[in-house]
């Protein structure tokens, strides 16, 4: 089973409650009658924890950038908490790893207390342990981000991984699963596909299954420094296709879903700068900087936060409005917008989204 990265709609785990769809369905209204303005909260409130990580990733932004570490405020997150059994989702991810946040657990136990799903994105090398606390929380899904079937490949790409210890907490947590009758995590592994581990992808849809996990995401490597230029998938297309299409087979044949990039050329952005977004009226994202910004994906910084303005004077800001207006206009959008690197919504038929060399991308984080 193929399936694209979600826009409008979110990952689907528990129901949600009268107070959670009731929000959800008019969050959706608005974003079809192109509200500036919104009477909705966000559906998702994306929090990055730190700009940290324990990995040193080839093909990581934070390797084209200068910054000065941060580290997400407890202060903030439970300015957060009345919300919780309003939107749908808590999101912890970001620049960073966060589970080095040194009050992740504290912050699952929170959610916990809500209505509101649980989702983190790791890079796996902490999972032994919060093996009893995914439970003991009920986390509704994780991604685990791996970029090779083998430890060679992975453990070359992401300079610090373990493919090996990943898989064996993995194997532990889905054994736990399964012992307890439980539907929940939903686990994911997220796949930076480059000329360099592209074979390898049928293999790791096989891992997958050995594991036990549900799902294996691919997204594009977007090349922000000479260094990775050689290494993005731009003109590829016959490669790319021919092992879209046997990881497809396995995954069909082994009941483990594909979500994947759309093939350059095929992009539903046609040519658009691209694919219509509606992060800014879905989501709320607050870097580990304290600064608000539309996404993780941008350095376009609105304001900075504080816990003393309400809500509201921040959902529906100068800044947001005018966001909203121009995100889609291809005449209007900003910059940053144009050259969308994005995975669920850059269009993958632009060169641009391929190669940000020479490029302003990241936040602008203070310095040491």
């Not at 947001?320 to 050259?339: A, H």
Request: contains cysteine; glycine residues 4%; aromatic residues 12%.
């Amino acid at each position: 089973m193929i399936i694209r990265a979600k826009t409008k709609m979110l990952f689907e785990g528990k129901a949600l409650t009268d107070i959670q769809q009731k929000n959800t369905d008019l969050n959706l209204k608005e974003i079809d009658e192109k509200k500036a303005i919104l009477q909705s909260m966000p559906r998702r409130l994306v929090f990055e924890l730190t700009n940290l990580c324990n990995l040193n990733c080839i093909m990581c932004g934070r390797n084209a950038s200068d910054f000065k570490p941060t580290i997400f405020s407890m202060e903030w997150f439970k300015y957060f908490e009345p919300m919780f059994d309003t939107i749908e989702e808590v999101t912890l991810m970001g620049w960073g790893e966060p589970t080095m946040h040194p009050n992740f657990v504290e912050m699952l136990e929170i959610i916990d207390r809500h209505s509101a799903r649980k989702y983190f994105c790791t890079n796996g090398m902490r999972l032994d342990k919060l093996k009893e606390d995914l439970f003991k929380y009920h986390v509704d899904v994780f991604g685990v981000s791996v970029d090779g079937a083998t430890p060679e490949t992975n453990n070359r790409i992401r300079k610090g991984s373990d493919l090996n210890k990943i898989e064996e907490n993995l194997t532990e947590i889905v054994k736990i699963k399964k012992e307890r009758g439980l539907k929940y995590p939903w686990i994911n592994f997220v796949f930076c596909a480059m000329k360099s581990n592209l074979h390898e992808l049928p293999d790791l849809v096989r891992l997958a299954a050995k594991i036990g996990i549900e799902e294996v995401k691919v997204v594009y490597l977007t090349a922000f420094d000479d260094y990775l230029a050689k290494e993005v998938l731009w003109d590829c297309n016959d490669e790319v296709k021919k092992v879209f299409d046997e990881a497809t087979a396995i995954g069909e044949e082994l009941g483990i879903i594909l979500k994947l990039p759309y093939i350059q050329g095929q992009d539903v952005a046609e040519d658009k700068e691209h694919r219509d977004c509606f992060v800014a009226w879905r989501d709320f994202f607050l870097g580990s900087d304290g600064y608000i910004r539309p996404c993780m994906s941008t350095p376009r910084q609105f304001m900075k936060f504080n816990t003393d303005t309400p809500f509201e004077e921040f959902w529906n800001c100068k800044d947001y409005q005018l966001y909203r207006k121009i995100v889609n206009d291809s005449i209007s959008m900003e910059d940053t917008c144009k050259r969308c690197y994005q995975s669920s919504h850059c269009n993958w038929n632009k060169k641009l989204s391929f190669l940000q060399t020479n490029q302003n991308f990241a936040p602008e984080w203070k310095k040491d």
